[in-house]
């Protein structure tokens, strides 16, 4: 394989998330090069997150508990362009170190085949870096797991490991690349640390493979039934192809000037796209007996064909201790996301359409009142908005 046209780079990703057993089989008779590999697979999807994550910075912010920052731009591109360097690093790294682990389980040492392993069974991860865009969707990216399941199914085809080996095959290279994907992300986030600081502008266990993936002090994740679920995946893919990101100053229409003895005391929105991605974004500051809230709502566009994932794969997380707690789940159909802690400061998130966040967070009385503010934006009329 020398390159991937973009029409069946997009049927394999959609073969190899929702048939994999059949497309392993025919990847494995495939004619391929480690360069057309890398160029026509690995270049184009490992781009994902950081160009997500760039527009996601620059665009909708980080936020936590009242507090909000947007790294300059050239710290947010400086660590697209490092994120990204590093993923085609690791994927490179990766098929290596599968070659090389082979004969020790006796499969067949074939570069060629080790790339296709290393390259295709990182679809998910890859997919999913979409999330970034949305800061507060960031979570999501644990449905990159699914990339494991996908290593699990085509290691030992691929490679020739006989049947009684292959498992413990495939155990060694998950731990090999779980410890890929720390190093990666330790040495991203330090050489981003300094080569360019952050900077604040806005705001004073084990799982199984065919189930469920449970995450330890995250949560779970159902990974089952895939066929159940496909038909939701690909509506929303289908919808994702002609979306554009609601205009900024009409989703900025939508928040209400006080809510609930809130008043409002800042208004603000944004917009962008790049490589076909994009999003929008408004939000207002409210205060009420000296505390501060910021109600926001974003829409995702394009991004939301992957947000539907989180609702088909069944994504819950869990995690509570002395200091508070914070999970994330269905609830009526909606995808939602809380945190709460003992000092009073929170957030409260919901994902309507497979598209829209609208989320409420920082400092308040209690949980309900974020909840509250929430659902003071018109969230019907903002569903009707997706085009």
Same mark, same amino acid.
């Given at each position: ?58 665009? $909708? ?104 080996? !292959? ?16 190093? *990666? ?8 640390? !300094? ?96 505390? &501060? ?7 995702? !566009? ?38 709460? &802690?003992? +000092? ?11 598209? $829209?966040? *609208? +989320? ?28």
């Amino acid at each position: 394989m020398t390159g991937e046209t973009s029409s069946n780079l997009i049927e394999r990703c959609k073969n190899i998330l929702l048939k994999p057993k059949e497309e392993w089989e025919r990847i494995d008779t495939e004619p391929a090069t480690v360069g057309g590999l890398m160029t026509g697979w690995v270049v184009p999807l490992a781009a994902i997150g950081p160009v997500a994550g760039l527009i996601g910075g620059l665009v $909708f912010g980080y936020g936590g508990f009242g507090i909000t920052y947007r790294p300059t731009v050239m710290g947010a591109v400086t660590g697209a362009v490092i994120g990204y360097v590093l993923a085609l690093v690791s994927a490179f790294l990766l098929a290596k170190i599968i070659d090389a682990l082979a004969p020790n389980f006796g499969g067949q040492k074939n570069p060629v085949q080790a790339m296709k392993v290393a390259a295709y069974s990182g679809t998910a991860a890859y997919l999913t870096g979409i999330f970034q865009l949305v800061p507060a969707l960031a979570i999501l990216g644990i449905l990159g797991l699914y990339s494991l399941y996908l290593l699990y199914l085509g290691l030992p085809r691929l490679m020739k490991a006989p049947e009684d080996k !292959a498992m413990g095959y495939t155990v060694v290279t998950v731990l090999v690349a779980i410890v890929l994907f720390v190093v *990666v992300s330790t040495v991203t986030a330090a050489l981003t640390s !300094a080569l360019v600081p952050r900077a604040s502008v806005f705001g004073s266990d084990a799982g199984t493979l065919s189930g469920e993936v449970s995450v330890p002090g995250v949560g779970k994740v159902d990974v089952g039934k895939l066929q159940e679920t496909a038909a939701k995946m690909e509506a929303a893919a289908e919808r994702a192809k002609t979306a554009t990101p609601v205009d900024r100053q009409v989703l900025a229409a939508l928040l209400p000037a006080s809510a609930g003895g809130w008043t409002r005391t800042a208004l603000e929105s944004s917009s962008a796209s790049a490589g076909g991605m994009g999003g929008s974004q408004a939000e207002a500051r409210y205060e009420a007996n000296g505390q &501060n809230v910021r109600l926001k709502v974003a829409d995702l !566009a394009s991004a939301g064909a992957f947000a539907a994932m989180a609702s088909a794969f069944k994504v819950e997380t869990s995690r509570e201790d002395d200091q508070g707690y914070e999970k994330s789940g269905l609830i009526d159909g909606h995808y939602t996301m809380e945190k709460w &802690n003992k +000092e009073g400061r929170g957030s409260y998130g919901v994902l309507l359409a497979d598209r $829209f966040l *609208v +989320e409420a967070e920082g400092n308040a009385p209690d949980i309900g009142t974020l909840k509250a503010l929430v659902g003071a934006v018109d969230t019907g009329k903002l569903a009707g908005l997706a085009n």
